[in-house]
């Protein structure tokens, strides 16, 4: 049986997961949110990739798979080891920034793969940068959707946190 700690961030993350499947706007999504958060909180780190990453799969079945997905979720995988860090250091600006951090990854590795893989772009240095120039639009949705829901889901937790006792994460000297 899971304890109500696990059991409400599985919750948290399987429903920010599935909002990728709701009408939304280009790149406004909760998939970095989600991996940052279960980097952050899940104390076990096969949990801590497997819960985000399995959650990303299972809505890419529904949605469709795609040519780069291992570039994705690398990506992603990057990001729950920023979640990890925020383990230590888990206050609104490291949260603030692991969100930007997070955004600026993805973005960087995504279109830095997309941009080899692509004849869209010469392949130069000012091709590459014209690459990263052009989606630049596509990267504001990214930060937007990605403060969004890490605050969303960060915020959502410590407020259920401080409600419940039963969420609160106890340590060895707590229980003393």
Known sequence: MLNPRILTLLTLIL????TRLLPHPPNFTSVSAVALFGG????????AFLVPLSA???SDLV????AQ????????ALIVCIGIWLQKHRNVYAIGGA???????????????GFHIHSMYPQTFAGM?????????????TVAGDLFYTALLFGGFA??????????????AQAA
């Open 159 to 172: 407020l259920l946190e401080r409600r419940f006792d039963g969420l609160r994460e106890h340590t060895a």
């Open 69 to 76: 997905m291992q570039v994705v979720y690398l990506a992603f």
């Open 63 to 66: 949605l469709g798979l795609y």
């Open 56 to 58: 990303l799969f299972v």
């Open 15 to 18: 429903a920010a997961a599935a």
């Open 129 to 141: 940068m014209a690459s990263y120039v052009a989606a630049i639009p596509f990267f504001a949705n």
């Open 40 to 47: 952050a909180y899940f104390a076990d780190k096969r949990l």
């Open 99 to 113: 969100a930007l951090t997070s955004s600026v990854l993805f973005f960087l590795v995504t279109n830095f793969v």
